[in-house]
């Protein structure tokens, strides 16, 4: 192989890990924009198909089971007026109540409770190379905050998001069960 022919499957340049946008509603609130410019850090989360070991004769097949899903961890720098961090704590509220233990209306999926979100690696254009969609998304931990007299940083929280499933752009996968597929998915 030449150099020539490494730079040329190299396309593009190749893909920029600091190339991302992330939007998504925080449940019944709207900070969008917000979370585009605020959240500094994602990752595409594992994907794994656990194997089914069918024993024959001493030998052990190994068939595709179920798939399953890591939750999605998400980095936020705070906003000034703690709007961001109260915006995703509320949603774990309306989701279960801290002193009720209730939920704030009922738990549909299809409800604004359990929202799309979405993150897309971009080109050095700005443009959409790879988008991914999480559906049914809903908090299942807010990071802590160490607060410090000797830190000099902007604060910075996680969030760990639970989902159904997600899409990818590019892959032919079927809707599931009455779902039709969204048009150029």
């Known amino acids: 192989m030449r150099i020539d022919d490494f730079k040329n499957a190299l396309a593009k340049g190749g893909v920029r890990n600091n190339l991302f946008r992330v939007q998504g509603n925080i449940g019944n609130t709207t900070l969008p924009t917000k979370v585009g410019f605020l959240c500094k850090a994602a990752q595409l989360p594992s994907t794994t198909i ?42 774990m509220d309306d989701l279960n109540q801290t002193v009720d233990n209730v939920a704030t209306e009922e738990l549909n999926l299809s409800g604004a409770l359990f929202p799309e979100w979405n993150i897309d690696h971009l080109d050095r254009t700005g443009e959409p190379i790879k988008s991914y969609k999480f559906f049914h998304c809903w908090p299942s931990e807010i990071g802590a905050v160490d607060t410090s007299y000797d830190s000099t940083d902007l604060m910075e929280f996680t969030v760990s998001l639970q989902y159904t499933y997600f899409t990818t752009q590019g892959t032919d996968v079927p809707a599931p069960l009455g779902i039709a597929p969204a048009p150029g998915g």
Request: glycine letters at 8%.
């Open 50 to 91: 656990t194997p089914i070991e069918v024993p024959y004769r001493g030998r052990k097949l190994k068939l595709p089971g179920d798939r399953e899903y890591a939750e999605w961890s998400l980095t936020f720098m705070s906003d000034g007026e703690f709007e961001l961090r109260n915006a995703f704590e509320k949603w």
